[in-house]
Each structure stands twice: as structure tokens, then as C-alpha cells.
């Protein structure tokens, strides 16, 4: 089971796209809510398993461009076996995934958020009202990330 928030949107040809504002790499598509849902933990099981798979997953220093790319080339399996199964083009699968987003296998796995960097949290008019901890290559927060990776 998981444990992390997933969002279930409709997208076209009447799928519906799970995707997690904690997890980047992470997309489900599926005909119905029921069915992104049932599909949401092999898809943490493959995103885990090119995790375990990457060539440098167990140094200091993750190769995390080619990190990356595998994890990117399991999700492009995913929509052409997708595409082939609804018998479309992969192109029409359109998802917001973002190929360049930071890799993440946390927790355990390697990390390639770098949380250097600041952002001004603002109230509605416009006052600065706080701050967050956000990673300087891709804008996460660190509260999305340590909701994730945290118990
Ligand atoms: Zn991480
Ligand atoms: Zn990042």
C-alpha cells in the first residue's frame, strides 16, 4: 500500500492520470479512479526497482543523470505498453510529468533534491508571512519531501 498523496486527475480519451506532487517520477494512468489506484504500488515497486537497479545507487556520489534516465525510460515502457493496450500513439498519452525532475528514491534510495534553497511564503495580499526550505534544482519543498520520506 502507500502512503503518499496521490492526485487522480481526468485527463484525455477519458483516462485519468495519477501523479503525486511528493513523488515526481511517479504516474499511473488508468480507465478509472479504482484502477490508477489499484496500479499506484507497482508503480512505487518500479519506480524502487530502478532505484535498486541504478549503477551508482550505492555510492556517495549517484550518477544521477543516468538515475534519471532509467527511471525515465521505465515510465516511457509504461505509456507505450499503455498506449498499446488502448491502442493509441504514446504521443497522445500527455502526462505533466517532467523528465528533468530530481531524482528521489527516499527514503533509502539516492536523493538528488539539494535543499539550499529559500522561498518567501506570502498571504493572500501579498505580505510575506513565512518561508520554506525549497531544493535549489527543482523547487520542491522540504515539508513535501519529508512528508513523503518521513514515517
Ligand atoms: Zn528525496
Ligand atoms: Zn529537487
Known amino acids: 500500500m502507500t502512503d503518499i498523496p496521490v492526485n487522480i486527475e481526468l485527463g484525455e480519451h477519458g483516462l485519468y492520470y ?3 506532487p511528493a513523488l515526481r517520477g ?4 488508468g480507465d478509472s479512479v479504482e484502477q490508477v489506484r489499484e496500479r499506484i504500488p507497482a508503480a512505487l515497486e518500479e519506480l524502487r526497482s530502478v532505484a535498486a537497479e541504478g549503477p551508482a545507487a550505492m555510492t556517495d556520489k549517484p550518477d544521477f543523470e543516468k538515475l534519471r ?9 509504461m505509456i507505450e ?3 498499446a493496450e488502448r491502442g493509441i500513439a504514446p504521443s497522445q498519452v500527455r502526462t505533466s510529468f517532467n523528465p528533468n525532475a530530481c531524482y528521489c528514491a527516499c527514503p533509502g534510495g539516492p536523493c538528488e533534491h539539494d535543499f539550499q534553497g529559500w522561498r518567501e511564503i506570502t498571504d493572500d495580499e501579498g505580505r ?20 513523503r520520506v518521513g514515517p
Open 18 to 20: 495519477g501523479t503525486s
Open 26 to 29: 511517479l504516474l499511473v494512468i
Open 69 to 77: 534516465a532509467l527511471r525515465n525510460e521505465a515510465l516511457g515502457k
Open 81 to 83: 505498453a499503455f498506449a
Open 128 to 147: 510575506v508571512c513565512g518561508g520554506e526550505t525549497v531544493c535549489a534544482r527543482c523547487g520542491m519543498g522540504a515539508l513535501s519531501h519529508s512528508m
